[in-house]
């Protein structure tokens, strides 16, 4: 492509488009120009070219100085794009030092670039604005040491920082810092956004809610780490060093601490859960430098304006509502009883007498158990049951509440009373339970309809045979319409509706009630395979001594169980239920939870009472931490059996 090919194709004189060229076109329209320009930049027509000697005139080059002290590599590559859509081809130099920096400019402004964008460094030698001046070129600003302005097109810090921590205080965070690595120019406006933001909230900011590792040694105050429920960093590798921080001081991410990061792309990141971040619009940047020099370079009238977009979110998974606020609320549905805990050395056979050796009374039943054992691992409770106005209804009332678990779904009623529960102990922990109902077969579908709010605030929801069935599958339905997870636990009872099971998350039989409720199967994995089949998305078979049998249809794993010297199992598998609920709730995988849940339940065993030997959280947590959850059966220890025994039926008040 000559000279008189672009005349043509332009329309034009060869003298126009050489004026053109060589910005002597003082008298030539706007029009002309700008149709004679669009041809030159599509053929990227160079003007003499082989001729090494400089002329005066239009190389459709722009050189760009980036700081290597930036992570502005994807911004380089933005403007590199945007550059050769106008039609300019780019250089492109990186500067690690103030020398280099004036050593690179020095060498760009030698191939006569048509314009400059400059990435100008903190540390910038005085000569080199001189000397780009002095070559009379147009040159762009991108200077993140100075406020943005008309020739300084850089990102507002200030706004990223303000929409960082907005992110987390609408999430109702309020204990909050902030992190980077440095306290430079841009960190600085950084920590003033995120400290207004705070401000604008009502939330007292101050210079202690700002880390600099530079400053700490390169750690984080553990004032900070364990006493904040979100955090702010200036960074994504920020944010990486307190992923894995925060793993190390057992704060995960984000049930305990939420993060929010800052990303100059929108490719996915490498953390996991996925971090959220505040996305520099670096795309909008590169694009308003572009079109601003473009415009000088071309010799058009350009709008004198810095640049101004607001950053956006990548939503991802590293925050959520503060733990406080998550939504930690367990529905237990099930029974009440009085229990009367009769110790002797062996059940006495048919027509035989022994001699007791202990009688002890306390509050029990399944769902008082569950809810006792829920409540004890540190979330909120919440029991639906009835009970008789009497005396040992009164107990297990004011039992629940000094237990912390919340009664306003526990009734009262006067044609029944509390149910109790006779369970026989044997010298090795061992029991046979036999109960009366009582009360709880008074717990109705009206019952459970006036607690329905309760279950659109659960995460999940513990069910039991133990009540009328009717309320079981009422309280099922409803749980499973708000998106909460059901155990069932079967006691007492011979079938389990399809309807029921195809609603369930956890079944979880012992080996008396799977034989008794799938006669058929031969083994384990059948029987399991069955209620699988009819809809369960867990079987969990418990086995006493043996431990516990659990399969979801494509994952299956026995579990040894916790050695323990045995006094009562009678409510080890509510101690289980519970701690497999409250281990789940936390964000603990199946099998990991079974493992806490076995040594919940071995805990359970070595007291008398049923709530007695539930397992509180800090008591679980330190032996989780000090890897006593491992232990398996041992021939000489007596191990606890958390398989409950057949359980009889009892009448009930007319």
């Given at each position: 492509?000559?000279?008189?090919?672009?005349?043509?194709?332009?329309?034009?004189?060869?003298?126009?488009?050489?004026?053109?060229?060589?910005?002597?076109?003082?008298?030539?329209s706007?029009?002309?120009?700008?149709?004679?320009?669009?041809?030159?930049?599509?053929?990227?027509?160079?003007?003499?070219?082989?001729?090494?000697?400089?002329?005066?005139?239009?190389?459709?080059?722009?050189?760009?100085?980036?700081d290597?002290s930036?992570?502005h590599?994807?911004?380089?590559?933005?403007?590199?794009?945007?550059?050769?859509?106008?039609?300019?081809?780019?250089?492109?130099?990186?500067?690690?030092?103030?020398?280099?920096?004036?050593?690179?400019?020095?060498a760009?402004?030698?191939?006569?670039?048509?314009?400059?964008?400059?990435?100008?460094?903190?540390?910038?030698?005085?000569?080199?604005?001189?000397?780009?001046?002095?070559?009379?070129?147009?040159?762009?600003?991108?200077?993140?040491?100075?406020p943005?302005?008309?020739?300084?097109?850089?990102?507002?810090?200030?706004?990223?920082g303000?929409?960082?921590?907005?992110?987390?205080?609408?999430?109702?965070?309020?204990?909050?810092?902030?992190?980077?690595?440095?306290?430079?120019?841009?960190?600085?406006?950084?920590?003033q956004?995120?400290?207004?933001?705070?401000l604008?909230?009502?939330?007292?900011?101050?210079?202690?809610?700002?880390?600099?590792?530079?400053?700490?040694?390169?750690e984080?105050?553990?004032?900070?780490?364990?006493?904040?429920?979100?955090?702010?960093?200036?960074?994504?590798?920020?944010?990486?060093?307190?992923y894995?921080?925060?793993?190390?001081?057992?704060?995960?991410?984000?049930?305990?601490l939420?993060?929010?990061?800052?990303?100059?792309?929108?490719?996915?990141?490498?953390?996991?859960?996925?971090?959220?971040?505040?996305?520099?619009?670096?795309?909008?940047?590169?694009?308003?430098?572009?079109?601003?020099?473009?415009?000088?370079?071309?010799?058009?009238?350009?709008?004198?304006a810095?640049?101004v977009?607001?950053?956006?979110?990548?939503?991802?998974?590293?925050?959520?509502?503060?733990?406080?606020?998550?939504?930690?609320?367990?529905v237990?549905?099930?029974?009440?009883?009085?229990?009367?805990?009769?110790?002797?050395?062996?059940?006495?056979?048919?027509?035989?007498?022994?001699?007791?050796q202990?009688?002890?009374?306390?509050?029990?039943?399944?769902?008082?158990?569950?809810?006792?054992?829920?409540?004890?691992?540190?979330?909120?409770a919440?029991?639906?049951?009835?009970?008789?106005?009497?005396?040992?209804?009164?107990?297990?009332?004011?039992?629940?509440?000094?237990?912390?678990?919340?009664?306003?779904?526990?009734?009262?009623?006067?044609?029944?009373?509390?149910?109790?529960?006779?369970?026989?102990?044997?010298?090795?922990?061992?029991?046979?339970?036999?109960i009366?109902?009582?009360?709880?077969?008074?717990?109705?579908?009206?019952d459970?309809?006036?607690?329905?709010?309760?279950?659109?605030?659960?995460?999940?929801?513990?069910?039991?045979?133990?009540?009328?069935?009717?309320?079981?599958?009422?309280?099922?339905?409803?749980?499973?319409?708000?998106?909460?997870?059901?155990?069932?636990k079967?006691?007492?009872?011979?079938?389990v509706p399809?309807?029921?099971?195809?609603?369930?998350?956890?079944?979880?039989?012992?080996?008396?009630?799977?034989?008794?409720?799938?006669?058929?199967?031969?083994?384990?994995?059948?029987?399991?395979?069955?209620?699988?089949g009819?809809?369960a998305?867990?079987?969990?078979?418990?086995?006493?001594?043996?431990?516990?049998?659990?399969?979801?249809?494509?994952?299956?794993?026995?579990?040894?169980?916790?050695?323990?010297?045995?006094?009562?199992?009678t409510?080890?598998?509510?101690?289980?239920?519970?701690?497999?609920?409250?281990?789940?709730?936390?964000?603990?995988?199946?099998?990991?939870?079974?493992?806490?849940?076995n040594?919940?339940?071995?805990?359970?065993t070595?007291?008398l009472?049923?709530?007695?030997?539930?397992?509180?959280?800090?008591?679980?947590?330190?032996?989780?931490?000090?890897?006593?959850?491992?232990?398996?059966?041992?021939?000489?220890?007596?191990?606890?059996?958390y398989?409950?025994?057949?359980?009889?039926?009892?009448g009930?008040?007319?």
């Amino acid at each position: 492509m000559n000279i008189r090919e672009i005349a043509k194709l332009a329309g034009v004189s060869v003298a126009t488009v050489s004026k053109v060229i060589n910005k002597k076109d003082q008298n030539i329209s706007e029009d002309t120009r700008r149709r004679v320009l669009k041809i030159v930049k599509e053929y990227n027509y160079t003007p003499y070219a082989g001729v090494t000697k400089q002329r005066e005139g239009k190389s459709f080059l722009v050189a760009i100085a980036l700081d290597a002290s930036q992570d502005h590599e994807y911004l380089g590559s933005l403007l590199i794009e945007d550059f050769r859509r106008e039609g300019y081809s780019t250089l492109v130099c990186r500067s690690g030092s103030a020398q280099e920096e004036f050593r690179n400019l020095t060498a760009m402004l030698g191939y006569s670039p048509d314009g400059l964008v400059w990435d100008r460094r903190e540390d910038s030698l005085d000569g080199c604005l001189d000397m780009i001046r002095a070559r009379d070129i147009p040159f762009h600003l991108m200077d993140t040491h100075s406020p943005p302005a008309p020739n300084n097109s850089c990102i507002d810090f200030w706004q990223v920082g303000y929409t960082a921590a907005r992110q987390l205080i609408q999430l109702r965070h309020t204990q909050l810092f902030c992190l980077a690595r440095r306290r430079g120019y841009s960190e600085g406006c950084f920590f003033q956004g995120f400290q207004m933001a705070c401000l604008d909230s009502g939330i007292a900011a101050n210079e202690s809610m700002v880390c600099v590792l530079e400053e700490q040694d390169g750690e984080v105050p553990g004032r900070l780490l364990l006493g904040s429920t979100g955090a702010v960093c200036f960074s994504e590798d920020m944010a990486a060093y307190l992923y894995e921080l925060s793993q190390l001081k057992n704060r995960r991410v984000p049930k305990y601490l939420s993060v929010v990061g800052v990303q100059g792309n929108d490719r996915d990141c490498f953390l996991q859960p996925r971090l959220t971040s505040v996305l520099l619009p670096y795309r909008e940047l590169s694009a308003h430098i572009c079109r601003r020099l473009t415009a000088d370079m071309d010799g058009f009238r350009a709008i004198e304006a810095a640049f101004v977009t607001k950053p956006s979110i990548i939503s991802g998974q590293s925050v959520d509502v503060p733990f406080d606020f998550q939504k930690k609320k367990v529905v237990v549905v099930g029974s009440i009883n009085m229990d009367t805990l009769i110790s002797l050395e062996r059940f006495p056979q048919m027509g035989e007498t022994t001699l007791v050796q202990s009688v002890a009374v306390s509050p029990g039943g399944k769902g008082l158990n569950q809810a006792v054992g829920i409540s004890r691992l540190g979330l909120e409770a919440y029991l639906i049951g009835k009970i008789g106005k009497d005396y040992d209804g009164a107990d297990a009332f004011n039992y629940l509440k000094d237990n912390h678990v919340s009664t306003e779904g526990v009734s009262h009623t006067s044609k029944a009373s509390t149910g109790r529960a006779y369970i026989h102990i044997q010298g090795d922990g061992e029991g046979g339970i036999a109960i009366y109902r009582g009360a709880n077969d008074t717990l109705t579908v009206h019952d459970i309809s006036q607690n329905i709010f309760v279950f659109q605030m659960a995460s999940f929801c513990l069910l039991q045979t133990e009540v009328n069935i009717d309320a079981v599958e009422y309280a099922a339905r409803l749980a499973y319409n708000e998106h909460v997870k059901i155990l069932l636990k079967p006691s007492a009872i011979d079938s389990v509706p399809d309807s029921l099971l195809q609603k369930v998350f956890i079944f979880m039989p012992n080996e008396n009630e799977i034989g008794r409720l799938c006669p058929g199967g031969e083994t384990y994995e059948e029987k399991a395979g069955h209620f699988l089949g009819k809809g369960a998305k867990n079987v969990i078979i418990t086995l006493g001594s043996r431990g516990c049998y659990w399969s979801d249809g494509v994952r299956s794993k026995y579990f040894k169980a916790a050695s323990f010297s045995t006094v009562d199992t009678t409510g080890a598998a509510d101690a289980f239920a519970a701690a497999l609920v409250a281990c789940l709730i936390r964000g603990e995988d199946m099998e990991t939870a079974i493992l806490y849940a076995n040594f919940a339940a071995g805990f359970s065993t070595v007291k008398l009472g049923a709530c007695a030997g539930m397992i509180d959280l800090p008591t679980l947590e330190f032996h989780i931490n000090s890897g006593h959850t491992d232990q398996e059966a041992s021939d000489n220890a007596s191990v606890y059996s958390y398989t409950d025994s057949i359980q009889i039926k009892g009448g009930q008040n007319q």
